[in-house]
């Protein structure tokens, strides 16, 4: 369960200030799937960053899973974030130099899993995402779905309680963003939250509520049966 | 367009200020560097150069077949010469310039001796006077322009009378001529001549030919190679030196490979500056000269590499504009003026910073090194040229082959966000593996030149040298050394400050006088060749000198035979005889012509520098061999007492000869003042291309680390620690310095044999030393490097990866 209490942050630049989310209060119960929509440059990134650990909010109270974090320390908060948090973005973010075997193993590596229980939650993963064959492959030669699932394999290798996804259908083409979209359905389905961020309704519709921001504020929220 | 180019040029560089920084700085220090460098080896080089057809001015020499050599001539030699060498154009002596009083002022002024052929010999234009008259008369005086100024001011100094007043004259001259200036690089440095027959020794020497006080120069006809004219000297020789060859036929004295005993030799000129041990000595040497060049070559080198490597590395953040340029229609062509016109740019700032510094660090320079480098040299065409082509070279490629790089990126790739970066990942690491083996190879040079250094500083020699001084006796009084050495016992025989006296022919190390001897001796002795330092001492020598006996006893008045026929030998002179109990055993050398008891036996000591390997010794008191330095053990707390007691005495017993005493221990560290020089020039050196490489380490390093945001971003999110990502920034670029190491070390190696090969006294190279420049380079280069990697990996990986 995690809860957000007034949320504000502020981005200070040499010449203005902005103010990217400006008291955000939200509750997401485990198991939940949650998209986020919003036009753009309204908040959606940042908020999601703060959720993910990624970086602090200005003011107001984070509670992830109980642990108060809006004040942590960037060591503390990676700390927590290890293991318990998958990411997927919009540009895969894969790493260039590694392979798609290597890209999956990675969180496993910094969890210090041992070899065999590694190679094999890797080789699952692969396999669920049906990526297995390519599993040699470098990110460049893959397609752009291709990419993304690497990058969900990524996230859920772990086996984490949360995984949050920015956009992660806008780079791909449609046949390819449903599959994705499949995907994170089913892992949702087996018990994992996922908070999403996306501009398109129709992924939109695979959650259980959508939050609407505008402006670093939430406007609307509809929930789905 | 070159104009549109300039300016974009101006404004990339300002807004990259660190790079534009580290770019400038690290080549103006280079350029600063390489200039004083290379002007120096140039300055070396240019020596005496300036003469007209100075391959055909030679200074005279004697060589005697056992080896030795002398450029000290007698006074008769010159004019002989004049008339009978018919190959030379002309003939004149130089002596040593000698330190006057000059004018009502009293100004001191170097005067030097020389016939009226110095004109015709040597190059020293007159501004006034006429140089085939100007030293006819025995009172004319020719002075340089700077003397005539101090003297005369805007007055023309030609026939005004001049009194010169000084240890050796006072004597009226009527000016003559006015020199030019006497360029730096020349070997003889002096602000007026007169004739050699004004000395007041001249009339009792001038026909002496074994006195020998000053050189001879000869200007050869043209045409005339030096090895005929030395062919043809000899019936010369075989005439005047007739007396000194009989007695080295006498002595037994092997004639060399043409059958000489005594031949007179010419010299180049130009080789003077560079002559280390040959005739007279006090060179410099040429590998010093050719091992600064290429120090400023490593220097440019480097700082080079640097421009490459960072422009390379830019090249990559710069695809993207590189991008947009060519969709907006630029053309290759025109973006590799641009990118070259900033190179230029960079360049031209950094050379005029470069000149700049190198202006104002000469006197520190010169200062340090014992040189007398002027800027005439900078302003030089020659230089103006060769820095131009150097620049150009320099720009064109460091400035051109990263803008041809990045001219050439494809626009659709770049704009797709898919340039990896050109190919230059691996030129950019060999680059990188090239400045740190320059690094480590000179690294590993300073640490093996210091600890050669101490070595012959610290390796005991045999005696004792703290505490001792030497005083060289020779003087123009009529006082003989064994005289003057008596004088001093009995003076300071109720001294408390002096603990003992003795005296010898050869100094130990290299006193103020600047002058050394050596006498040696070799026959057969029971079919066993033996060759021996005849070394002449005195009584307390080994008191003295704190030595030992090992058998026999020492030198004693008590025995009047002691000063005749007595004398000690070294342990290793004992093994060469083959004597196991050498007392009393009778030697007669041939070169002797007398039988000598061995009384005494005492442990091996150097008596000269540690370049060279110690011999055999044989010490005794033949008096009919003149001593010439006194040696005065003190007390430790009576050292400067008894050097100013000395002083005073000195001046009552020879009042015209200079006091030049000094502490053995000094004496014989300046044995390796050469070398001293060089450890000095590696130490810097190396601490400059450290710095240098590590500009350009910790710049890539930065740019890398930029490229890698990303990737540093994924790996924080995934978990990864501030320590690992430090790790994996690190690693790569300490490959590259370890290799670097691997390589410069055999390197390394080679040219520190071969220079040591310079003492017959050396350390072993050992290995921990490469160890320990490997590890310094890697500790200075992680120190670099480090503080990128952990700023990258302390940075907030929202930052890095909401870019896209
Ligand atoms: N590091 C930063 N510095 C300054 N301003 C920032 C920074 N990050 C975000 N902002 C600003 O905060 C606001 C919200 O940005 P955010 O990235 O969260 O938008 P978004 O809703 O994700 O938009 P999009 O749908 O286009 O991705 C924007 O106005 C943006 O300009
Ligand atoms: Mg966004």
């Given at each position: 369960m995690i809860q957000t209490i007034n949320l504000q942050k502020l981005f200070a630049t040499e010449e203005v200030e902005t103010t990217a989310l400006n008291g955000i209060s939200m509750d997401v119960k485990d198991g939940e799937f949650v998209a986020i929509m919003g036009p753009s440059g309204c908040g959606k990134s940042t908020l999601l960053n703060i959720l993910g650990l990624l970086d602090n909010p200005t003011d107001g109270e984070y509670n992830f899973y109980g642990t108060a974090v809006a004040r942590m320390t960037e060591r503390q908060r990676a700390q927590l974030r290890k293991g318990s948090i998958g990411f997927v973005f919009q540009s895969f973010n894969l790493i260039d130099e590694l392979t798609v075997y290597e890209n999956v193993e990675l969180p496993l590596l910094y969890l210090k899993t041992p070899a065999d229980e590694r190679k094999q939650r890797v080789e699952a993963a692969l396999e669920r995402m049906a990526i297995m064959h390519r599993r040699n492959h470098f990110p460049q030669q893959l397609s752009g779905g291709q990419q993304q699932r690497t990058a969900i394999a990524r996230a859920v290798v772990a086996k984490p309680k949360l995984i949050l996804a920015d956009e992660p259908t806008g780079n791909l083409d449609s046949k390819n963003g449903e599959e994705v979209m499949k995907l994170l359905g089913e892992l949702n389905d087996e018990g994992t939250t996922i908070i999403m961020v996306t501009h398109s309704p129709y992924d939109a519709g695979f959650a259980h509520r959508i939050v609407n921001l505008f402006d670093g504020k939430v406007v609307t929220e509809n929930f789905h049966v | 367009m070159i104009r549109n180019y300039l300016k974009i040029a101006f404004r990339t560089l300002w807004k990259h200020k660190t790079h534009t920084g580290i770019n400038v700085v690290g080549l103006a220090v280079a350029f600063a560097t390489a200039t004083l460098l290379f002007l120096t080896s140039w300055f070396e080089w240019s020596y005496d150069r300036f003469h007209t057809d100075v391959d055909r001015i030679y200074r005279v020499y004697l060589q005697e077949s056992t080896g030795d050599v002398t450029s000290i001539m007698p006074y008769p030699l010159s004019p002989a010469l004049q008339a009978e060498m018919a190959d030379a154009e002309s003939v004149t002596r130089m002596m040593w310039s000698q330190t006057e009083f000059v004018g009502e002022k009293h100004v001191a002024k170097d005067i030097r001796f020389a016939d009226p052929g110095v004109f015709r010999t040597f190059t020293f234009p007159l501004l006034a006077g006429d140089p085939n008259t100007a030293l006819k008369d025995l009172s004319s005086i020719v002075i340089t322009e700077d003397m005539a100024r101090d003297l005369f001011g805007d007055q023309n100094p030609i026939g005004k009378p001049l009194r010169t007043d000084g240890l050796n004259m006072g004597r009226d001259f009527i000016v003559t001529g006015v020199l030019a200036n006497i360029p730096t690089n020349s070997t003889f440095r002096f602000d007026a001549l007169v004739r050699p027959e004004t000395r007041v020794d001249y009339q009792a020497n001038k026909a002496e030919w074994g006195n020998r006080n000053h050189e001879v120069f000869v200007r050869l006809k043209p045409g005339v190679d030096a090895q005929t004219a030395e062919k043809r000297l000899r019936s010369f020789t075989k005439k005047y030196w007739q007396s000194e060859i009989a007695e080295a036929k006498q002595r037994g004295q092997k004639p060399d490979a043409q059958g000489e005993y005594i031949s007179l030799r010419l010299q180049p000129l130009t080789d003077i500056r560079f002559d280390t041990k040959g005739v007279m000595g006090g060179g410099v040497s040429r590998t010093y000269v050719y091992a600064l060049a290429l120090i400023g070559l490593f220097i440019l080198l480097i700082a080079g590499i640097n421009y490459v490597n960072l422009s390379l590395a830019r090249s990559v953040t710069r695809a993207r504009e590189v991008g947009v340029r060519k969709s907006l229609g630029a053309q290759s062509g025109q973006l590799l003026g641009q990118f070259w016109a900033e190179s230029l740019v960079i360049c031209l700032?950094?050379?005029?910073?470069?000149?700049?510094?190198?202006?104002?660090?000469?006197?520190?320079?010169?200062?340090?090194?014992?040189?007398?480098?002027?800027?005439?040299?900078?302003?030089?065409?020659?230089?103006?040229?060769?820095?131009?082509?150097?620049?150009?070279?320099i720009t064109l490629l460091t400035g051109g082959y990263p803008a041809w790089i990045m001219a050439r990126f494809e626009a659709v790739t770049v704009l797709k966000g898919k340039v990896k970066g050109p190919?230059?990942?691996?030129?950019?690491?060999?680059?990188?593996?090239?400045?740190?083996?320059l690094a480590s190879l000179l690294i590993i040079c300073t640490l093996l030149i210091g600890q050669q250094l101490r070595y012959l500083r610290e390796r005991p020699l045999g005696f004792s040298e703290e505490q001792v001084i030497s005083l060289p006796l020779r003087n123009r009084d009529n006082l003989t050394g064994a005289r003057a050495l008596q004088q001093l016992r009995d003076r300071l025989r109720n001294n408390p400050d002096v603990v003992s006296i003795s005296g010898t022919a050869t100094n130990l190390g290299s006193g103020l006088d600047g002058s050394t001897s050596r006498s040696m001796s070799g026959w057969t002795y029971k079919n066993r060749e033996v060759e021996t330092d005849w070394l002449r001492v005195d009584f307390d020598y080994l008191k003295t000198l704190g030595m030992s006996l090992k058998a026999g006893r020492d030198f004693n008045p008590a025995f009047s035979t002691d000063t005749v026929s007595a004398v000690i030998i070294t342990q290793s002179m004992a093994k060469q005889l083959g004597e196991k109990d050498p007392v009393g055993v009778v030697i007669q050398p041939d070169t002797a012509d007398r039988k000598y008891e061995i009384i005494g036996v005492i442990p091996d000591f150097n008596l000269f520098s540690l370049h060279q390997k110690a011999k055999p010794i044989t010490l005794h008191l033949d008096s009919r061999n003149e001593v010439s330095y006194a040696l005065i053990r003190t007390t430790p707390q009576g050292m400067v007492r008894t050097m100013d007691a000395l002083k005073s005495l000195w001046k009552e017993m020879a009042p015209s000869a200079p006091f030049q005493a000094s502490f053995v221990n000094e004496n014989t560290n300046r044995w390796y003042d050469k070398e001293e020089r060089f450890s000095t020039i590696f130490r810097i050196a190396a601490g400059l291309t450290i710095l240098l490489s590590c500009m350009g380490l910790f710049a890539v390093a930065l740019l890398t680390i930029e490229q890698r945001t990303k990737e540093i971003g994924v790996r924080k999110v995934l978990g990864a620690s501030v320590t690992s990502i430090v790790a994996l920034l690190s690693k790569d670029?300490?490959?590259?310095?370890?290799?670097?190491?691997?390589?410069?070390?055999?390197?390394?190696?080679?040219?520190?044999?071969?220079?040591?090969?310079?003492?017959a006294y050396k350390i072993d190279i050992e290995w921990w030393v490469f160890g320990l420049a490997g590890l310094l380079a890697v500790g200075i280069a992680l120190l670099t490097v480090s503080v990128q990697s952990i700023k990258a990996a302390l940075m907030n990986p929202v930052r890095s990866l909401r870019s896209d």
């Open positions: - | 700032i950094a050379l005029l910073a470069g000149v700049g510094l190198a202006v104002g660090l000469r006197p520190y320079y010169n200062q340090l090194f014992g040189t007398r480098l002027s800027f005439d040299l900078l302003t030089h065409p020659i230089t103006v040229g060769c820095i131009l082509v150097a620049f150009l070279f190919k230059s990942g691996g030129l950019r690491s060999i680059l990188i593996v090239a400045q740190f083996a670029f300490l490959k590259l310095v370890v290799i670097a190491i691997v390589i410069a070390s055999p390197l390394a190696w080679y040219a520190m044999n071969q220079w040591l090969q310079d003492f």
